[in-house]
Nanobody
Framework: QVQLVESGGGLVQPGGSLRLSCAASGSIFRIAARGWYRQAPGKERELVAQVTSDGSTSYADSVKGRFTISRDKPKNAVYLQMNSLKPEDTGVYYC?????????WGKGTTVTVSS
């Protein structure tokens, strides 16, 4: 089993920045990818950013150039640096970890972008 704990969410004004963190613990091995997803009120969960085992990254079009995903392998941590935040970035952000054959999710951290 793998446990994921997100942190760093909060209330921020449009144009501001936040850095989300995801700490992983447990039986962590053969990781295929780690990612950040978000779910806005009344909408389905969507992929925001992902980093694969070889370090390749991908982003939703809506966050390209504003968000950056990074990882600290020794710490089993993944981060999401969010800049130039917009009201439409509001939602619950979930950390995900994909092993070959399994997937794990955190409980989420809420990001609210509002003036």
């Amino acid at each position: 089993q793998v446990q994921l704990v997100e942190s760093g969410g909060g209330l921020v004004q449009p144009g501001g920045s936040l850095r989300l963190s995801c700490a992983a613990s447990g039986s962590i091995f053969r990781i295929a990818a780690r990612g950040w997803y978000r779910q806005a009120p009344g909408k389905e969960r969507e992929l925001v950013a992902q980093v694969t085992s070889d370090g390749s990254t991908s982003y939703a079009d809506s966050v390209k150039g504003r968000f950056t995903i990074s990882r600290d392998k020794p710490k089993n941590a993944v981060y999401l640096q969010m800049n130039s935040l917009k009201p439409e970035d509001t939602g619950v952000y979930y950390c995900a970890l994909f092993q070959y054959g399994s997937q794990y999710w955190g409980k989420g951290t809420t990001v609210t972008v509002s003036s």
